[in-house]
């Protein structure tokens, strides 16, 4: 398993709206430090729903990037929806919370998944893409970062899955807090999840 790309994005204004995004990211092939807050040089402009350190870096896998080229019947580059790491041969959809992403310079964790907002609807010229990526659930994943250092294309990333019961990123897309029997919020809570989503079940 490798890093297939590395992508970044600078403030641009989404057509028609005042406000700035960092959803347009680009493939670099240069080395990207990354440290708890994320890529160094990759811009976060709106810290109440992105960024932070339970969201430093959002992942694909190649096999969900090759999965949205068929559903949209186009190919999809790295960086079109926004994630800033793509994983060669990796299916998101059999990523859980907990399970790690080590490379010989930094290690990550699997905190949570992604919540489709307008923002990508709009990036994607579809004002239903939302209800689309839902239906799909090919959601990627967010991880923090144990062990600061350098990224880039091409390194080995050797895949540490979580001891402890799976909790797995299509799950946690279709998660609705306050409909979570007992049993489930127990495995929920005993997995490293996100801050935000461990303070909604546990509320």
Known sequence: MK??????GAPERLPGRRMKTGIFKHATRAGILVDENGLVGDAVCNGEHHGGQDQAVYGLGSVDLDGWSQELGRPLTPGTLGENLVVDGLDSRNVSVGDRFETDDVLMEVTSTRTPCATLSIRMEDRLFAKRFMAVSRPGFYCRVLKSGTLKAGDAVRYLPFAGEPVTMPELLALQPKRVNAQDRARYLASPL??????????
């Open 3 to 8: 890093i297939l790309a590395i992508c970044l």
């Open 194 to 203: 996100h801050a935000k989503l461990r303070a909604s079940l546990q509320g």
